[in-house]
């Protein structure tokens, strides 16, 4: 994975066939604008260099660092006739709290279990903690702590005798930390596993995780299936552990609020590939949503003139009676006043949720 | 670490469950013990075994299998271990071994506890309890590696288990399959299982290791393909789909199954027909073929009536077994066929029968009575002594005079085995050797004289009170009573009853018929016995045939010169000519076949002769065949052959 300095977006990887899909990474640097080309064969660098702008510097192409934690190259895996990742890249850097956002079936999950060690990926490369995975699955694994997305612990286990058969697989296992945590998280140290509430489980789960002193906290969809409350309650337990612990958490989930509660940066996974990864704001503040009265919509019409600064057209539909389209700009969406429309649009609102949608909507639509 | 963790989570989630299966298990084999001591004919303890690894092994392995490794994958837990810093492999190795460990551990304690039991009586040795154990912990990993592999695959195993069944049940009762002569029914065969002692069945042993290995070996091919998601797809909760696919399986299974149990069962077999004489107490009956051959019927028929309910008598017996004798007017005299499954069934020929024929047929007709009676054990017990000398005693003086012409060639015979007999054997542990060595009618023989001695020594009814001992006593009122008898050997079961110590008892058995022998009506019948050996050889020529030889050369044994009068006989190195005639027989045997007679079928009857080749038999027998060859002597002196060599060869 190569990162480039360009001084601005251009939409010329996004159209070459190589980078189909592509939703570059955008990090502030030096008055710079860092592109991350994620899915680019680094061969073929060069040559997408060339096509591009004067403006672009290429000599400031550098590696990304390789000693992230977690690294993803072009991660392919079927089972049988069905695709679940087609060329899934990602890296999350030492600290970090990444969202990994994805609708159901996207290949979340899939994902994880081929970072833990559990499912071997049919292409690409896994590097945890710089090392390739398949080196020691085992000592990669002893390093993370997992919150599955479904607490398949023995039911006929109190969390005391859970601890006496989790610490055996780690050798960094805190029985201090693990008791502080149940206090903390006023759980009965003598009930059988089997009475506990989902939520009880996953705050469980989360312990025996922290309590192994992990460089990795990987959550996959940890609060499924909990109430609002549980779910805000240990979703805070999540940031405060992770932030008193400075440890890098790998966290998925379909739930965009969640996602901002505890994400510091983001990737979003569409089809079993990378639709975005950086941080959350940039990518939601270079969207808008205009709409029309949908009898007074002309095909190919733009709300506003915009032509110079469009990146795309990431979605459009009619939804009550109104011809709407959501933009995405190569910077940050610029501010239009109404007189600066033309007549008859109007300027809507987008939630995160919105701006989710547009991404996995579009990719969709690319794939088509 | 992981290890012991792993092993920590089994022990804490299954040892109570192992412990009640122990108890349980124990408890059940304790009954069953207990319940054959107390039975009117006791089997072996090791046949408990036997049925316990039939019956309820199997149930107690599908228990293991279904705690060890149907629950972690129908409840998902598996999951949780799989994210964990381990081997994928690991925790099911840890599993299957668990398993094996605890079915062994289970089986090889019945097995103590059968040899336990069985002690001496059983002529239980290090070797002996060495191979039950071996057999035993095969089978236990057969059937550990049918339910691991099926554990895992879901709810299809309840199908597979089923299909399993089928088959095994198909094997058993489908006419025509002899499951007995394959792995691994092979090794759970009825007779085999518990009383074969010298041959290890090494070839179905690795066979049915192979079938572990296989079934073993597709388990955990099944618990990693598709990282495992196989076993996991599987082990999701049935569909109704699976519900009638199931229950069509089961209907299926059951109607292939009473069609063939229907097929397979026999009603007990009665004589039809007009020429069939019957009485009812004890039940006897006799098929005669034709009306001119109904005297001699009637005359076995009152025969066998009067000793049956003389020795029912005697003996206390509640009921005696049905007997039918069916005439065979094609048959040698002393050919006598008999099986014990369904009451007594006799064939023979008795038209030409003289008493002595008949005392022969008749102590077949009661020792086929008395085998019945035990469950068809006795034979091979260390008591068999017992049951052929007992029933030959009966016959000729337990219940009528004793006939002395009788006695004369009873002691003949009796004198002639033991003139030959290896030092140290004895009639308790070497009976079956001797039967084999000399055939039937001198063991019998030899058995009856030492009964006769018996008599002599300490009165008839001691004779009785050792049969009812050894053949039809009860024993044991409970549990403990069982274990306390079943400690008590042969040999001591034999002293409290006759009050005499076994080597006592042998040196003076041997004594007294030796004096009998001395008789001049003795030595007369024993002047007609030749002092040789035979001598069989078993040679393949360079274009393949294969040729059997038999010679006979004068007997070299240093007890040869003990005999009185035969030494005699031997005139010279070759050209004497006995007056009697010399047999070779011979008959294909299976591997583990131990018979001790073999039919005159295959018969090359030549005049005796020293020399190397006095048979000399191209034979029809294949290289790997083997072959029970034995060499006789025949003459009119004698009512039946006197068997001088026996030999099992492997052709070559």
Same mark, same amino acid.
């Given at each position: 994975m190569l990162v480039c300095c360009l001084p601005r977006m251009d939409r010329y990887c996004c159209h070459q066939p190589e980078c189909r899909g592509l939703i570059v990474q955008e990090l502030p640097k030096q008055g710079q604008r860092h592109v991350t080309? @994620?899915?680019?064969p680094e061969q073929e660098v060069d040559s997408l260099m060339s096509v591009m702008p004067a403006n672009v510097r290429p000599e400031a192409t550098e590696r990304v660092d390789s000693r992230a934690v977690i690294e993803l190259q072009n991660i392919r895996k079927s089972f049988g006739s069905l695709s679940v990742l087609d060329g899934l890249s990602l890296s999350v850097q030492p600290g970090e709290v990444f969202g990994f956002l994805g609708r159901n079936g996207a290949g979340k999950s899939t994902a994880i279990r081929i970072l833990m060690g559990i499912t071997r990926a049919d292409d690409g490369t896994v590097r945890l903690f710089g090392e390739p995975l398949a080196d020691d699955v085992i000592a990669a694994r002893q390093r993370i702590g997992y919150v599955a997305?479904?607490?398949? #612990?023995? !039911?006929? #286990?109190?969390p005391r005798v859970l601890s006496r058969f989790v610490? @055996?697989?780690? !050798?960094?296992?805190d029985e201090r930390r693990y008791r502080q945590l149940m206090d903390d998280f006023a759980l009965p140290p003598k009930r059988r596993v089997g009475t506990f509430s989902g939520g009880m489980k996953a705050k469980l789960a989360l312990s025996l995780a922290l309590a192994t002193r992990p460089d990795l906290l990987i959550l996959d969809e940890p609060t499924a299936g909990m109430d609002p409350v549980a779910r805000r309650e240990f979703l805070d337990l999540v940031r405060e552990q992770t932030t008193r612990d400075g440890a890098t958490t790998f966290f998925s989930t379909h739930l965009i609020d969640e996602i901002e509660a505890v994400a510091t940066r983001i990737g979003i996974v569409e089809a079993g590939r990378t639709m975005y990864e950086g941080t959350l704001h940039p990518l939601r503040d270079s969207m808008a949503t205009w709409s029309i009265d949908a009898r007074n919509w002309v095909e190919g019409s733009l709300p506003g003139e915009f032509a110079q600064s469009r990146l795309r057209i990431l979605q459009e539909g009619e939804r009550q009676g109104r011809h709407w389209m959501t933009l995405q700009f190569s910077g940050t969406a610029p501010v239009v006043q109404v007189e600066q429309l033309l007549p008859g649009w109007r300027h809507d609102i987008m939630t995160l949720e919105d701006v989710f949608i547009a991404v996995v909507s579009n990719a969709n639509r690319v794939e088509q | 670490m992981a290890i012991a963790s792993l092993l920590g989570k089994e022990a804490r989630e299954h040892l109570g469950a192992a412990l009640v299966l122990s108890v349980g298990t124990f408890a059940i084999v304790l009954l069953a013990l207990a319940q054959n001591r107390a039975a009117a004919y006791s089997m072996s303890p090791f046949e408990v075994v036997r049925f316990s690894l039939i019956t309820f092994l199997p149930l107690i392995t599908l228990i293991v299998g279904n705690r060890l490794i149907v629950r972690e994958y129908l409840s998902g837990t598996r999951l949780f271990v799989e994210a964990l810093p381990v081997g994928g492999v690991l925790p099911l190795v840890l599993k299957y071994l668990l398993g094996f460990a605890f079915l062994s551990l289970l089986s090889a304690a019945m097995i103590m506890i059968a040899a336990y039991m069985a002690g001496i009586i059983e002529d239980v040795d290090g070797p002996y309890i060495f191979l039950m154990l071996g057999k035993t912990l095969v089978m236990v990993s057969l059937y550990w590696s049918i339910v691991f592999c099926f554990s895992l695959c879901g709810h299809l195993r309840i199908g597979l288990y089923l299909v399993t069944i089928g088959f095994v049940m198909l094997m058993i009762y489908y006419p025509g399959i002899d499951q007995s002569r394959f792995s691994p029914f092979a090794l759970m065969d009825d007779q085999l299982f518990v009383f074969e002692r010298d041959i290890v069945p090494w070839k179905d042993i690795a066979w049915t290791l192979v079938l572990s290995f296989a079934f073993t070996l597709s388990g955990f091919v099944l618990a990693r393909v598709g990282e495992g998601s196989v076993a996991d797809r599987l082990a999701r909760p049935m569909t109704r789909r699976d519900y009638v696919a199931l229950s069509i399986l089961v209907i299926g299974g059951l109607l292939v199954f009473s069609t063939l149990v229907e097929k397979s069962l026999q009603e007990s077999f009665e004589f039809s027909g007009d020429f069939v004489l019957r009485v009812t107490d004890p039940a006897v009956s006799v098929s005669y073929l034709e009306p001119e051959y109904r005297e001699a019927g009637e005359t076995q028929l009152t025969l066998m009536q009067d000793s049956l309910t003389a020795m029912q008598a005697r003996l206390g017996l509640v009921q005696m077994p049905s007997v039918r004798l069916a005439l065979d007017a094609d048959r040698e005299k002393h050919d006598i066929d008999y099986s014990t499954l369904d009451g007594v069934f006799i064939t023979a020929n008795w038209l030409e029968h003289d008493a002595y024929d008949d005392a022969i047929m008749e102590a077949v007709v009661l020792h086929g009575a008395l085998t019945y009676f035990s469950g068809n054990r006795a034979p091979f017990e260390p008591y068999h002594w017992v049951l052929d000398g007992f029933t030959r005693w009966w016959v000729e003086q337990g219940y009528r005079e004793l006939r002395t012409t009788h006695a004369d060639e009873l002691l003949a015979r009796a004198q002639f085995a033991l003139d030959r007999m290896p030092a140290g054997y004895d009639l308790v542990h070497q009976w079956q050797l001797m039967a084999d060595e000399f055939a039937y009618p001198t063991a019998e023989a030899l058995a009856w004289s030492a009964m006769s001695y018996l008599e002599e020594e300490k009165g008839t009814e001691v004779v009785v009170q050792l049969a009812r001992e050894f053949l039809t006593k009860s024993v044991g009122e409970n549990a403990l009573a069982a274990i306390r008898d079943r400690r008590r050997s042969s040999v001591e079961r034999f002293r409290n009853i006759t009050g005499l110590e076994w080597q006592e008892f042998d040196q003076g058995w041997r004594t007294w018929v030796m004096q009998q022998a001395g008789q001049p009506s003795v030595l007369a019948i024993s002047a007609q016995i030749p002092a040789f050996d035979g001598v069989v050889e078993s040679v393949t020529d360079s274009s393949g045939v294969h040729h059997l030889y038999g010679g006979y050369q004068p007997l070299q044994s240093a007890t040869a010169e003990k005999t009185v009068n035969n030494t005699s006989d031997v005139a010279g190195e070759s050209g004497f000519v006995f007056a009697g005639s010399c047999l070779l027989k011979h008959e294909l045997i299976g591997p583990f076949d131990t018979e001790f007679e073999v039919r005159d079928d295959n018969m090359d009857e030549q005049s005796c002769a020293y020399g190397d080749k006095i048979h000399s038999i191209s034979s029809r027998y294949a290289p790997g065949d083997r072959v029970y060859v034995a060499l006789e002597y025949e003459t009119e002196h004698l009512h039946q052959p006197l068997r001088l060599a026996v030999k099992r060869l492997a052709v070559q």
């Open positions: 080309i @994620g899915t680019c997305q479904e607490q398949n #612990m023995y !039911p006929w #286990m109190t610490r @055996g697989f780690y !050798p960094r296992w | -």
